[in-house]
């Protein structure tokens, strides 16, 4: 197991790259702790792929470094990283048992019969597959496929780091969570520094200690799954993180007031200084709350109820804002205000959070 | 629920049933028919029972070209199928000259195949022939119209020559097919280039191979076109393969009640072994599934 040092890392699919549109990754540094579970969460095509193969040595990047405990791998072959991956669709060797498939590994690294049988044995047990260890790979179903990947990730013991490419996209959505939580439990009882690339943000919020969203090549945050929720440096976390995502109503900043078009003010729980580019607020439709007395007039247009909470779409001066309601709360027919939690606004400009000098003093 | 019931339907069969009445079931009456009768000319027929199919069955020189004809598919099979691997393996996964190797493999395809015939009966002359020329000059005296053997060469090489790049191509159109993450899995696992085939590749290529094998081994047991106008099935009857014989009976000696008998034993022949190859090979493949 490994800590993981991404240095300056870049990459771009063309020889010789211009601008930085050209880029499918740009510039990262990072730092991957030692038996932490990572996930890298972000929309198709933002890179995330490209990044995992970077670190799995399957793509070689067109600039910086990448350490494991400190050691240069850059230019190392996949093979001598000592890393595992499970892929999107379950590889195995359709020829062989489950048996000889988990010892492939073993055995092409030329270690003895007896190791090879044993740690098979093992990681049968660990993975779960201990029943069907002389069963040919390929009549079996999808999840048990990609357990058997894992599994021979995990047969050597020595393994730096196992990567996840959207390992759960062709499991049924019943064994999804089932694998998910042997997931989180395998890390829990052995420890592997974990990588989880996905798209699926309840994936990553429920596997990872440390989330990283990426977007457009870059990535836009790294944190728990509580500060992605609650103070989303981006935008776009804003928006990818959480169903439905952030509301972002753009809005001039004075001090600790937001000022929407229009003219209504949105009082904010921190003093900001001058904020120039294109601003906005951002509010999360759990922290926004429909009243009948205080905040600012909307017009609703619907409502969906989803079971465990109601979610409201309404107008908020030509601009389209979601809330979230309690399950049998009652929505007012037209006539509604909808109220920001202050200590929940975040400034945002041009997409970026932008980090209040200090608290405002009402809210203090 | 209740289905509307409307026997002239049947109608919207007809014109397929008439298709392969024509294409198909009245030539070969025709043929099933002279092979139970006999003649003396004048258009006059009469029953002959099984007697040309007991002929046929018991003619040693229809024996030894069926050997002769199992002896050049066995043959063709053992070469053009590795050898159409090995092609595929080494052709370029992408960029510009995936297009060219494609042209080029496909080009001894489009050739048709008396011309084929004709390239190589020339090519093998000692008197004008490159090849021919060629090895006599290395002090080779090469002449498939005298020496068995040669004549065998020649019809074997054409015949890899002409139909190495269908397997290519197949095999090639398999191994397409593959995810790159099992090619990243198998590196990833420290799998040497052989494992790679050997468990990756060749599995994945079964299903493609299996078709390779079937078109290949119908297509070279029934060839004619080639070898007729190379050797002309000789010299003597070295290269007179089931389709030659057959023609020289039917047509050369116009024995129409044993070339008959002869045509539909062939048949049964092919469809027989296209069965049992294909029962194997899918009983195979369901057994390791």
């Known amino acids: 197991m490994a800590r993981i040092t991404l240095d300056g890392l870049a990459h771009s699919y063309l020889p010789h790259p211009q601008g930085e549109g050209d880029f499918a990754l740009k510039e990262l540094n990072l730092d991957w702790e030692d038996g932490a579970a990572y996930a890298l969460l972000g929309a198709s095509g933002c890179g995330k792929s490209t990044l995992l193969n970077i670190i799995s040595g399957l793509l070689r990047p067109s600039r910086g470094r990448i350490l494991f405990d400190g050691t240069d791998v850059t230019r190392r072959p996949t093979a001598e990283r000592n890393i595992a991956q499970v892929f999107q669709f379950p590889v195995v060797y359709d020829t062989m048992t489950v048996r000889q498939n988990l010892a492939f590994p073993l055995r092409n690294r030329g270690r003895d019969e007896a190791y090879v049988a044993r740690r098979v044995v093992e990681i049968a047990a660990m993975i779960g597959l201990e029943h069907m260890l002389d069963r040919k790979a390929r009549g079996l179903t999808a999840d048990a496929k990609q357990k058997i990947s894992l599994g021979r990730g995990m047969v050597r013991q020595d393994v730096n780091a196992l990567l996840f490419d959207e390992p759960l996209t062709v499991i049924d959505p019943h064994m999804k969570w089932e694998l998910r939580t042997q997931l989180k439990k395998l890390h829990r009882e052995f420890g592997h520094t974990m990588i989880y690339v996905t798209h699926d943000q309840t994936e990553a919020l429920t596997f990872a200690d440390q989330v990283a969203v990426m977007h457009d090549g870059r990535v836009v945050q790294t944190g728990t799954p509580q500060d992605l929720f609650e103070t989303p440096a981006h935008t776009f976390v804003g928006y990818f993180i959480g169903s439905p995502g952030m509301n972002v109503v753009p809005a001039r900043i004075e001090g600790d007031r937001a000022i929407l078009e229009g003219g209504p003010v949105v009082r904010l729980g921190d003093v900001y200084g001058p904020v120039t580019g294109r601003t906005a607020i951002g509010i999360r439709p759990e922290f926004a709350r429909l009243t009948e007395g205080e905040g600012l007039p909307v017009r609703i247009r619907r409502v969906e109820d989803v079971g465990r909470h109601q979610i409201v779409r309404a107008d908020l001066f030509g601009q389209e804002i979601n809330v979230i309601a309690a399950e049998g709360e009652r929505i007012p027919a037209d006539a509604a205000r909808v109220w920001f939690d202050p200590s929940h606004v975040n400034v945002y400009a041009d997409d970026w959070r932008v980090t209040p000098l200090r608290r405002a003093q009402e809210v203090a | ?289």
């Open chain 2, 1 to 289: 629920m209740d289905k509307p019931v409307n026997q002239k339907a049947w109608f919207l069969v007809l014109p397929v049933l008439v298709l392969v009445a024509f294409s198909a079931v009245i030539p070969l009456m025709t043929v099933v028919n002279y092979s139970v009768q006999d003649t003396f000319g004048n258009n006059v027929f009469f029953w002959h029972g099984i007697g040309w199919f007991q002929e046929v069955l018991t003619s040693p020189r229809v024996h030894g070209a069926f050997g002769r004809q199992l002896l050049f598919s066995a043959i063709v099979l053992a070469i053009q199928i590795p050898l159409g691997v090995a092609i595929a393996l080494c052709m370029p996964r992408r960029g510009i000259w995936v297009s060219v190797c494609l042209v080029l493999m496909a080009l001894p395809l489009l050739i048709p195949w008396n011309v084929v015939g004709t390239i190589w009966q020339i090519l093998g002359r000692s008197d004008i022939g490159l090849l021919g020329r060629a090895l006599d000059a290395m002090g080779i005296s090469f002449n498939y119209a005298r020496n068995p053997l040669h004549a065998w060469i020649i019809v074997v090489v054409m015949d890899v020559w002409h139909w190495t790049s269908l397997v290519a191509l197949l095999a090639y159109a398999g191994l397409r097919s593959i995810p790159q993450a099992y090619y990243q899995a198998a590196e990833i696992d420290q799998a040497s280039r052989w494992k790679v085939f050997r468990y990756i590749e060749l599995p994945k290529m079964r299903g493609v191979l299996l078709i390779a094998v079937l078109l290949r081994f119908m297509d070279s047991f029934m060839i004619y076109t080639e070898p007729f106008v190379v050797t002309g099935g000789g010299p003597g009857s070295a290269t007179s393969f089931l389709s030659i014989d057959l023609v020289k009976m039917a047509l050369g000696q116009f024995d129409l009640g044993p070339a008959a008998a002869f045509s539909l034993l062939y048949f049964l022949v092919i469809l027989l072994v296209s069965w049992v190859f294909y029962t194997v090979m899918t009983t195979i493949d369901r057994a390791e599934g």
